[in-house]
């Protein structure tokens, strides 16, 4: 148990559905990511938070959209995916501008959703 | 561009013999993170190097780093079965707004044979 949780931890999607992913973290941080994981690719940042602020997207498409409404919170959004979407979802966790230098580098993940879109 | 690569990208051990993977980087890092990844699961931190530092232990886990080459390796010793899983290494990206950015690598998928 990493203190982050994500649910659902599986999802199978058509391409005009609309579904969201949850995470929640309960280890009290302020940063916030979520990754994008394929087969045989490296993991993908597609969105970081930090104190409930938006601060990066990885040039990901308008069919994902985030939303952060508190620290402890992140969800994504998913609408009219494609086959490629399919991948796991991992949501990360990290102690943001407040800690030492060495703990705001330490992410904590969850386990993550797999999702199928058909 | 990718940051991170690991070396080999499987590998295959009997339990009790030892695992080395290593994982080379482009620019410049503060730290460099390995983490580990059972199958299907999220990643978990193992152990964080500073770019200061040349060797790190922890428990059956040895990591060194050379700034020099831009590469790090990751020894495991007396693996167990518990061991198998894929592991990352990890750089530091930039900070955004107080965020760390991680660059990870493609992984090295580690099978430890009973």
């Known amino acids: 148990e990493t203190g982050v949780t994500q649910t659902p931890r599986h999802l199978v999607m058509g391409m005009t559905n609309k579904k969201s992913l949850k995470c929640e973290q309960h280890?009290?941080?302020?940063?916030m990511y979520w990754y994008k994981q394929s087969a045989k690719k490296p993991l993908e940042l597609m969105f970081v938070?930090?104190?409930?602020?938006?601060?990066e997207n990885n040039s990901v498409p308008s069919r994902f959209s985030p939303e952060c409404p508190n620290s402890s919170h992140l969800f994504l959004h998913l609408h009219t995916l494609q086959p490629e979407d399919s991948a796991l979802y991992l949501c990360?966790?990290?102690?943001?501008?407040?800690?030492?230098?060495?703990?705001?580098?330490?992410?904590?993940f969850g386990a993550g959703t797999r999702l199928s879109v058909l | 561009s990718q940051q991170g690569e690991e070396d080999p990208q499987a590998l295959s051990i009997q339990e009790g013999e030892n695992a080395t993977m290593n994982c080379s980087y482009k620019?410049?890092?503060?730290?460099l993170q390995w983490y580990r990844q059972n199958s299907g699961r999220g990643l978990v931190h193992l152990i964080l190097i500073r770019s200061n530092e040349r060797e790190k232990h922890s428990g059956r886990l040895r990591v060194t780093l050379d700034t020099s080459k831009k590469s790090s390796s990751l020894l495991i010793t007396a693996s167990r079965a518990a061991d198998t899983a894929s592991y990352f290494c990890?750089?530091?990206?930039?900070?955004?707004?107080?965020?760390?950015?991680?660059?990870f690598g493609q992984g090295t998928r580690l099978t430890i044979n009973p």
């Open positions: 990890a750089t530091d990206a930039s900070l955004i707004q107080g965020a760390q950015k991680l660059v």
């Open positions: 280890l009290g941080h302020n940063a």
């Open positions: 938070y930090n104190f409930k602020e938006q601060t």
């Open positions: 990360a966790s990290s102690q943001g501008s407040v800690g030492d230098l060495l703990a705001k580098n330490i992410q904590y």
């Open positions: 620019t410049s890092i503060n730290n």
